[in-house]
């Protein structure tokens, strides 16, 4: 018998590792044989640990399973039992994904190269070496895929930039320091489907010239590190890494770099800054890294998510992804639904589905069961949206277009007892906490910006004025994203949220 | 090597030595010294400038850059609570408050053999609130679990 228990971070924080120590306690009690797989996660948070079970109809799932109810199923021999839930992808929140990046996620054995290749990995990469760097790039050029970690940079004109550089080593560098609150999806691929970004690695050096890669992996996420280490282990010694990739003569290799705690390091220079050993502060562009990268080098900085698209880029064909997708959003998204929701978790969909149908009918609403009343879409630099946007569909532009940003495409849903007054406050707190201190109005603003807003919950109206043109000084005053994005959740609160921030609504009347 | 024992210059510069062929070398350094010793020690900034030729200044702004880098070996149990967007919708604000009441402790601080740490966004955002006890992440946390957490290693 098969039994599959994800050993996801989410799915272990909830209680995995007892669930499948259990299974096989209560195996070897009854004299059975039990095949236990540890798999990554299917993305429906809310049932997990999502214990399944092979059958011939097929994988059938009980979740939410806790180490307790393991001997009842055993008893019910895994068919009739309060937490079945059948076919797990017949799971309506499962069965209307367009799963592409996340195909394998959840379904194999995350480090088994040969159940891999068995659903369709490394036939991007073989494709790959039987073409020429240009014809490659044009590739992912055609798929439409842009940058999934948020600014939404169209990923092949990138590495054409680093293709055309000329030099002695170029690098190929993964920013895997997710730190956006509401966001997972880069854990949860390299913890479930870690081949996929050593695939897209491997690609992407071959497409720009780049022999060695770096993926920076932050801290916080200690599952993700060790899953990746030993994937890297297994692709050198199976011949995917190294001197001669798949036995092309053409080499490719890569290591794992663990960030230290800060989340302005997500920000590719001061990412690029902080692989080279020095302080994670921010570096003004031009240069651009794909010029003078890492080590002074031409560099890809690319997001997991997009470097784990590559392999079914290369595998499907560029129009197949492109023809999913809305406007100038090619392709799928995946999108991580998070805070006070009833179903939470990474639904990977075509660009165009809108808010409303993601946090209600996908989300399923809060998990309170209040009523919705904010919803923070990218991050903490990402800006709340109030139900009256809940038709906008997801896309980089049609976000854009109302004042907000997809992000890494984190959703993340607040009852009606959240204060955005508070939440404002918290991200010019978040900003202070965080600002490697290069640019004024980043390190100073954000400390005058938690004071501004305390002023304004005092009921000083003329500080809504002071908060607004502070804003604007960030906004345009900072090299990256932290100073400069910042504005947009705290603005979103203010605009949209006028009855939380007492003196602007009487501004307002 | 207990945490309790300095580490000695030996010890130190096989770390600084073993790392020296890697480019970038400084964070994995700094993180085997930490792994190493539960801090990263003072002793060691002017042996690592030497090896990568920078200044004590340099090496010492880089360790004090980075928030996960100590200064000291932690004693007792490390309980990191989420204080990110996500794990606010799920009602962490309030978890945080039972803990630093029950414990007596506020954000970075220790007593009794508690520290308490802020960590923005351990990836859980779909099952907060979420919190790491020494290390160990766990999901959907109130104030009785993270004290039977905190209990249990204890014992």
Known sequence: MKVYVPRDAAARALGADAVAEAVLREAAARGLTVDLVRNGSRGMVWLEPLLEVETEAGRTGFGPVSAADVPGLFDAAFGDHALALGDVEAIPFFAKQTRLTFARCGLIDPLSLAEYEAHGGLSGLRRALEMTPEALVAEVTDSGLRGRGGAGFPTGIKWDTVRKAEADQKYIVCNADEGDSGTFADRMIMEGDPFSLVEGMAIAGLATGSTRGFVYLRSEYPDAIEVMQEALRRARAAGVLGASVLGSGRAFDMEIRVGAGAYVCGEETSLLNSLEGKRGVVRAKPPLPALQGAFGKPTVVNNVISLATVPVILEKGAAQYRDFGLGRSRGTIPVQIAGNVKHGGLFETAFGMSLGTLVNEIGGGTASGRPVKAVQIGGPLGAYFPETLFDTPFGYEEFDGQGGLIGHAGVVIFDDTADMLAMARFAMEFCAVESCGKCTPCRIGAVRGVETIDRIGRGDASAVEVLTDLCDTMKDGSLCALGGFTPYPVMSALRHFPADFPVAKEAAE | ?155
């Open chain 2, 1 to 155: 090597m207990s945490p309790s024992t300095p580490p000695s210059e030996a010890e130190i510069d096989a770390i600084v030595a073993a790392h020296m062929s890697m480019e970038g070398p400084m964070l994995p350094i700094l993180h085997a010294l930490q792994a190493a010793f539960g801090h990263v020690p003072q002793a060691a900034v002017p042996r690592i400038a030497q090896a990568l030729n920078q200044t004590r200044a340099e090496v010492h702004g880089v360790v004090s850059f980075y928030h996960d880098f100590r200064d000291a070996p932690v004693t007792g149990r490390v309980v990191r609570l989420c204080r990110a967007e996500a794990c606010q919708a799920s009602g962490g604000a309030a978890v945080a408050e039972a803990v630093m009441q029950t414990f007596g402790i506020g954000w970075g601080e220790s007593k009794g053999g508690v520290t308490l740490e802020p960590v923005y966004c351990l990836g859980l955002c779909a099952c907060g609130p979420a919190a790491q006890v020494d290390g160990r992440l766990h999901g959907r946390v109130d104030a009785a679990r993270i004290e039977a957490l905190v209990a249990e290693g204890a014992a």
